[in-house]
């Protein structure tokens, strides 16, 4: 896939360890979000499918025990997946969807 300028910077794994790594997160698809770049994609194939709410209700200081959403360019249709298991702590990452 050719390197598209519009999620360039949102083209890589950033791991989460910390709360402060998930409010990043967060904070950078929003953004992305609103500047149009990325759409949530609904996976209903998906185990977490309904079990958590909904992106725009998350924020930077509330969130489910498990956050999984799945996102997608709105130029070039690229993959990109927001997991993170916060109840135990065992963190999570941004990654693309390959």
């Known amino acids: ?7 360039r910077e949102l083209n890589k794994i950033i791991k989460i ?3 402060e790594d998930l409010k990043s997160v967060i904070r950078l698809a929003k953004q992305k979000q609103l ?6 994609v609904e996976d209903r194939n998906d185990v977490w499918f309904g079990k958590q709410s909904d992106f725009d209700e998350l924020t930077e200081n509330n969130w489910n025990d498990l956050v999984l959403f799945k ?7 690229r993959k990109f997946k927001l997991s993170c298991e916060t109840y135990h702590g065992a963190g999570g990452d941004w990654q693309p969807i390959h």
């Open 1 to 7: 896939m050719q390197d598209c300028l519009k999620c």
């Open 17 to 19: 360890k910390l709360p």
């Open 35 to 40: 500047e149009n770049v990325l759409s949530v």
């Open 71 to 77: 996102f997608e360019c709105n130029c070039c249709a």
